[in-house]
């Protein structure tokens, strides 16, 4: 009778002790599932946005994924799988500039580029930014002393001088030098003399400055500038201050890429 009364708690805790472990091995298949569900997302987002993503990390900032988006036709973008209501653009009213919650439309319009319907994104208020996340405050942020309502070209042995912060900033293109003009060449963007771009298989170098001040709220210049080509492909680089590395003005922190030439 002892042996029995013995033998049935040890049972009982065999028992207890088994179904823990089934509940257990049950719950990590559910988050090794799970995980892999994000994992799977996670891959399926890198590839429609390849194009709009880069991860930036550096000595003084966390790391981060920058996406962006400015309003244009895109060919191979599709816009409407990244923006949402979470994203924040840079809006221009006067000659002032804000950083708001997100105001868009999203459209299909016919382009003669591809012979067929494009994405396009409209900014409802005179928006040149929209961006999924940025380390500032909604409100005022403020600009160089630049009237951004005209083109602002930039151009090899040409230098877009302007003052922020208290500080004088030269803009510049330098050309990479060619016997024959016939083929394609590299270009450096410098800001007061440090590289901070460069751009490569460039046929003519006609770029613009779309905005240039203080976008991620740290007081410091930062820079958007549209590199497109004249082949057709549209590429527009966003630059912080708050990534640069030591010995850095800026830093760039994502890229637009819609290729359409043939």
Request: net charge neutral; hydrophobic share 35%.
């Amino acid at each position: 009778m002892r042996i029995a009364l013995l033998i049935f708690p040890l049972l009982v805790f065999s028992l207890l002790f088994s179904c823990s472990d089934m509940k257990s091995a049950k719950s990590d298949h559910e988050t090794s599932v799970f995980a892999k569900d994000n994992a799977d997302s996670m891959e399926t987002d890198t590839m429609e946005s390849n194009r709009n993503h880069l991860h930036v990390s550096s000595q003084n900032s966390k790391s981060l994924n920058y996406k962006f988006l400015v309003p244009a036709h895109y060919h191979y973008i599709n816009p409407g799988r990244m923006i949402d209501s979470s994203w924040v653009e840079i809006y221009q009213k006067g000659k002032k500039f804000y950083c708001a919650k997100a105001q868009y439309t999203l459209k299909r319009r016919w382009s003669d580029y591809i012979g067929d319907t494009a994405n396009v994104l409209y900014g409802k208020r005179k928006a040149f930014l929209f961006v999924n996340h940025l380390p500032t405050k909604l409100g005022e942020i403020e600009a160089a002393n630049l009237n951004f309502d005209e083109y602002i070209t930039l151009r090899p042995n040409e230098v877009c001088s302007f003052m922020f912060g208290g500080k004088r900033y030269n803009l510049e293109i330098k050309k990479e030098k060619k016997k024959d003009d016939s083929v394609p060449f590299t270009c450096f963007t410098l800001l007061n003399g440090k590289q901070i771009a460069k751009r490569t298989k460039v046929f003519e170098a006609a770029f613009e400055l779309l905005f240039a001040g203080d976008i991620d709220g740290d007081g410091k210049l930062d820079l958007v500038i549209d590199f497109r080509s004249d082949t057709g492909e549209f590429k527009v680089v966003l630059f912080l201050s708050s990534c640069a590395l030591p010995g850095q003005s800026v830093r760039q922190v994502g890229e637009i890429d819609d290729q359409y030439d043939c």
